[in-house]
């Protein structure tokens, strides 16, 4: 899972990438931006696949939470099932007792 600071970065990155876009866009059509590009294509691609990358990681780790939870579910569930099968047999069971044998024992 990223750390705070890897977010962090990646954000502050995120953001830089979209004013020199912004700035890219703006001398595309003929004005001047405020200041020059200081990254290269490979540095945009270089922190767009490690955000990308962190994304895929948080992803998998919530995956493998979901898959965790959903077999303790399945367990807890079964054990619940056994619980109410045996609740019902031992309902069961009083009830076939005779009255006269509970009548002892009150």
């Known amino acids: ?9 990646l954000a502050r990155i995120e953001q830089v990438l979209h004013l020199r876009i912004a700035e890219a866009a703006k001398a595309g059509a003929g004005e001047e931006s405020s200041s020059p590009s200081t990254f290269s294509s490979s540095q945009v691609f270089d ?11 948080r992803l998998q780790e919530l ?9 303790t579910l399945i367990a807890e569930d ?20 005779p009255s006269i044998e509970l009548g002892s024992y009150t």
């Not at 995956?63 to 077999?71: D, G, I, K, L, Y």
Request: hydrophobic share 35%; net charge neutral.
């Open 1 to 9: 899972m990223p750390s705070a600071e890897d977010i962090e970065q």
């Open 78 to 97: 079964e054990q619940l099932r056994k619980l109410v099968q045996s609740c019902s047999e031992l309902n069961q069971k009083l009830h076939t007792v």
């Open 63 to 71: 995956t493998r939470q979901v898959q965790r939870a959903e077999q």
């Open 47 to 57: 922190a767009l696949s490690t955000r990308l990358l962190l994304w895929q990681n």
